[in-house]
Nanobody, 123 residues
Framework: VQLQASGGGSVQAGDSLRLSCTASGLTFRRYTVGWFRQAPGKEREFVAAIVWSGDSTSYADSVKGRFTISRDNAAKNTVYLRMNSLKSEDTAVYYC????????????????WGQGTLVTVSS
């Protein structure tokens, strides 16, 4: 099983980015997918999650109203994280994770992880 996160880059504060997460080796559309991030010197933190059907999403308070998680189970089998109004504090390596059940409360309980994509926001 491999998860691939992509779409990171260097942007200015206030700009937008869209991250993508794809997977191989599993039926991705049947999995809950989450985005996490880890800034330098900090612990990994939850950002957003979406259940397999797309009917339910959850967000960290720090990104509510700015980030949107969505998924395309039909054509592209991809989960997206649209990030608007980026701030310098959003700078981190972003990871996607997948789990067959409801979103686990603890990051260590998620079954599969991608390699991360770096987002750098300059103020």
């Amino acid at each position: 099983v491999q998860l691939q996160a992509s779409g990171g880059g260097s942007v200015q504060a206030g700009d937008s980015l869209r991250l993508s997460c794809t997977a191989s080796g599993l039926t991705f559309r049947r999995y809950t997918v989450g985005w996490f991030r880890q800034a330098p010197g900090k612990e990994r933190e939850f950002v957003a999650a979406i259940v397999w059907s797309g009917d339910s999403t959850s967000y960290a308070d720090s990104v509510k109203g700015r980030f949107t998680i969505s998924r395309d189970n039909a054509a592209k089998n991809t989960v997206y994280l649209r990030m608007n109004s980026l701030k310098s504090e959003d700078t981190a390596v972003y990871y996607c994770a997948a789990d067959p059940g409801a979103p686990p409360r603890r990051s260590r309980d998620w079954n599969y992880w991608g390699q991360g994509t770096l987002v750098t926001v300059s103020s």
